[in-house]
């Protein structure tokens, strides 16, 4: 089926760790394919990025911050005119590695680390989702949680 279906006002998706990868893949798609897609970064807007609306429809967060998570969620409420969110992917995560590149062990990994990990992958969806949960229902909007083997 294909993302943009016609006769259908525009929809609207929000999209964390939109920066590279998987994220910065999405963005092109669904802005193919007529999306408004608002995103999520701790990084400011490149001004290489190939999406006309990408700077004004960015937001640059630190989702390891509780207080700027939540400084996003009013943000992102702001930007939305028609309050209709039809889509949350949640695809920002952290994977630190330990000396070498190995994964971190839970017994020599600091309770700071993990406090950290669990904040950007796992609390913040729950916040993002929690936050926005009005503008999803309204249209009957779907979550997205993206993770990987690491997770």
Do not use: Y
């Amino acid at each position: 089926m294909p993302i943009s279906q016609t006769n259908q006002p525009r929809r609207t998706l929000l999209l964390t760790g939109a920066s590279r990868g998987i994220g910065h893949a999405t963005v092109k798609r669904f802005s193919a394919a007529g999306w408004r897609v608002i995103t999520c970064s701790r990084h400011p807007f490149p001004e290489n990025c190939p999406w006309d609306a990408g700077p004004e429809d960015h937001i640059q967060v630190d989702l390891a911050d509780e207080a700027n998570t939540l400084e996003a969620v009013a943000e992102i409420k702001r930007r939305l005119e028609t309050h209709e969110l039809h889509a949350l992917v949640n695809n920002a995560a952290i994977s630190p590695k330990a000396e070498g590149g190995k994964r971190l062990g839970s017994i020599d990994t600091t309770m700071d680390v993990w406090h950290h990990v669990f904040q950007v992958n796992f609390f913040a969806p729950i916040m993002l989702a929690r936050g926005l949960v009005d503008e999803l229902k309204a249209v009957k909007g779907s979550v997205v949680n993206v993770t990987s083997i690491a997770g």
